[in-house]
């Protein structure tokens, strides 16, 4: 004859924590899936006066109308200004001077921001890590020239 024994106390707890730990576990992997990789490329900040609407971390830099990297982070940068940083990708990144024109374009029919960097021929080649100061930046273009500063 056979005796059928319930689980203790004991191995409920036992049980429920096995439980608890593989869903522990399995909302780590759910959140790395979901949660975006750093954005690989070289790093550029750009200082303006008037920053567009809707732009924030994750909003798609294009060059030549590809989207060619994302802006990493913006904050205030003094009365009236902000600094934007910049990642773009390597490969593009050589396009790129320190005299470029910059201007926050409606990245698709819906009307999300994009941030447009739009080379010029003129200009020393930009360098990683480098703080541009862009004078005036209107939400669809800007005309004045850059004067570039090292990064800090």
């Known amino acids: 004859m056979s005796s059928h024994r319930e689980p203790s106390t004991r191995g409920y707890r036992i049980r429920g924590l096995v439980?608890?730990?593989l869903v522990a576990v399995l909302g780590?992997?759910?959140w790395q899936k979901v949660t975006p990789a750093p954005a690989d490329g070289v790093r550029f900040a750009l200082v303006v006066s008037d920053l567009g609407d809707g732009v924030g971390e994750a909003t798609?830099?294009?060059l030549h109308g590809l989207t060619v990297g994302e802006v990493i982070d913006h904050r205030p940068h003094g009365p009236g200004r902000q600094l934007i940083t910049?990642?773009?990708d390597d490969d593009r990144f050589r396009e790129l001077s320190d005299d470029l024109d910059v201007?926050?374009?409606s990245g698709t029919v819906f009307g999300s921001t994009a941030v447009e960097l739009?080379?010029?021929e003129s200009g020393a080649p930009l360098r990683p890590q480098e703080v541009l100061d862009?004078?005036?930046v209107h939400p669809t273009t800007r005309s004045p020239r850059s004067c570039?500063?090292?990064a800090g």
């Open 118 to 120: 739009i080379p010029t």
């Open 19 to 21: 439980v608890l730990a």
């Open 86 to 88: 910049l990642s773009v």
């Open 103 to 105: 201007r926050f374009i």
């Open 28 to 30: 780590v992997v759910v």
């Open 60 to 62: 798609p830099v294009r």
């Open 134 to 136: 862009l004078a005036t």
């Open 148 to 150: 570039a500063t090292p």
